[in-house]
């Protein structure tokens, strides 16, 4: 079985973590949140289906004490049963966001399923509070590719975008949603529109998307499937047509964020694989690599239609974009640059995790070049009042219909870190989300701190007690972190079968 303890003194002392399921043998993913301080587990479940094995995940955020998990979202999407990667994305540069794909004939958290037929609707979610509350993706209301315009003129008309499963797994391999730290706001994915009851086609007015506030709007920027990556700190997105839409005889560029593309053609097509930069993304420099094609395909392909060559040989081209544009992009002054929130749904400024974050970026419309010696200043924080975006359903509650409902007791592990009394769930069901820091919390929560500790005057509720043991009683199969975290992780695999 597998036992999750966490430490955030530096691994000094350990503390079983706790969450509402049991871990067992079908998988687990760690995923750390923007800060380096907090966890978010991702749990897999088998279902069986008279189609085939159907596998999905759950996920639980830690909120405001590091061992204890409440679950964030069910049924979130993988590409197959092989699949290492779930389709949950951390939008890096922009604390508290993440995009995720949903099943949306999947219940609860740990494997249940009603009416499923043979078809599998996939719907993004987004949420912009660090998984407290999960909202669609609004379409655009204009498009620049009207065969990318599904919506037939519905007004609940969303966006649904690939996620990490469909770009590493499988026989076909969409590219998904990317983000990058070097290009805080910067999204760009491959995906369609949808009015209500269908989500993500891989099909049907599949083209290319990009965000540059956060993922609160977004623009279609090319039909069909292209591969993308940013450079010179977000003020350029390269991408090329992908080896999915065909060979590519052509790299385009981007230096107003999408609005705007400039060609550059190139000698030899190729089928596209992937774009390249080095991993801090300052300069304006990317590498393209692929694989050669046959001229039935495209004229620029280097091979006849007999030689089997094709498909073998590798292609790489460097593209200096400084280089192209010669004088045309001097360096940026001070004037160049802008500052910008992430919007709410009014469009007014939005509070991230209780602060409204002020980012600096290059204007749209200014052409110059950030450079390698660029030092992007750190965004400016002014504390909001605590509003429901700020808390998140506590230990022993999910959200239901609107509200926290406890779980039945007996579906309950054991917490020591409550039985202790460590920490305290609040009577309201609430805490406040992991790296949350607004003022004015008790008009939300009015017996705890909303990280576990009970107000002057204020005595402790009814505490959920688990009758199972805190040990579980599966294997493990991976866990996935992308640095290096501020608190440890500790696995104990007792006789799990990997």
Not at 293 to 317: F, H, L, N
Not at 325 to 335: E, I
Request: hydrophobic letters at 35%; aromatic letters at 8%; a negative charge.
């Amino acid at each position: 079985g597998i036992t999750l303890h966490t430490s955030d003194d530096a691994g000094m002392s350990f503390k079983a973590a706790c969450l509402p399921v049991v871990l067992r043998q079908q998988g687990y993913e760690l995923l750390e949140t923007h800060d380096n301080a907090g966890a978010i587990v991702i749990v897999d479940y088998m279902v069986q289906m008279p189609m085939g094995n159907l596998q999905a995940s759950s996920a639980y955020s830690a909120g405001p004490h590091h061992a204890l998990f409440s679950q964030s979202l069910s049924s979130i999407y993988k590409q197959d049963v092989l699949s290492g990667s779930t389709d949950f994305l951390r939008v890096d540069g922009v604390p508290g966001v993440f995009i995720a794909n949903q099943l949306s004939t999947m219940t609860g958290g740990g494997g249940g399923l009603r009416g499923m037929g043979t078809k599998r609707t996939v719907l993004t979610r987004i949420t912009f509070n660090g998984g407290g509350s999960w909202q669609p993706i609004k379409a655009p209301t204009t498009f620049n590719n009207q065969k990318c315009n599904r919506c037939g003129g519905a007004t609940n008309c969303a966006l649904h975008l690939h996620g990490s499963s469909s770009w590493f797994f499988g026989s076909i391999q969409f590219p998904s949603a990317y983000s990058n730290p070097s290009a805080p706001g910067l999204l760009v994915g491959s995906g369609n529109v949808a009015g209500e009851g269908s989500g993500l086609d891989d099909n049907d007015g599949l083209c290319t998307w990009l965000s540059f506030d956060g993922g609160f709007s977004w623009a279609d920027i090319a039909e069909g499937t292209w591969i993308y990556e940013y450079a010179d700190w977000g003020g350029l997105v390269v991408m090329a047509k992908h080896e999915l839409s065909g060979p590519a005889a052509e790299v385009r560029f981007s230096y107003d964020y999408g609005r705007c593309w400039r060609t550059v053609p190139l000698q030899t097509a190729l089928y596209v694989e992937n774009v390249r930069i080095e991993p801090d993304g300052q300069r304006p420099k990317v590498l393209l690599h692929g694989k050669a094609c046959r001229k039935t395909s495209d004229p620029k392909c280097s091979y006849e239609a007999s030689d089997t060559r094709s498909g073998i040989q590798g292609i790489v081209y460097a593209l200096d974009i400084a280089q192209v544009m010669g004088d045309k992009m001097p360096l940026c002054k001070q004037t160049d640059y802008e500052q910008w929130t992430v919007p709410a749904d009014d469009h007014t400024p939005r509070c991230l995790l209780g602060q409204q974050q002020m980012f600096t970026r290059r204007k749209q419309d200014a052409v110059c070049l950030q450079g390698g010696d660029y030092k992007r200043p750190p965004p400016t924080n002014k504390t909001c009042a605590c509003t429901a975006a700020d808390v998140e359903c506590d230990y022993g509650y999910v959200m239901s219909s609107g509200s926290c409902a406890a779980l039945p007791q007996e579906k309950l592990m054991t917490c020591p870190s409550i039985d202790d009394g460590l920490y305290h769930v609040s009577s309201t069901g609430k805490r406040l989300v992991h790296g949350d820091t607004c003022t004015g919390l008790e008009g939300l929560i009015s017996d705890t701190d909303g990280k576990g500790q009970m107000q002057p005057g204020a005595k402790p509720g009814a505490q959920p007690h688990g009758s199972s043991s805190s040990g579980s009683s599966g294997g493990g199969r991976r866990s996935r972190a992308h640095g290096v975290f501020v608190f440890f992780v500790l696995l104990l695999v007792l006789g799990g079968v990997f």
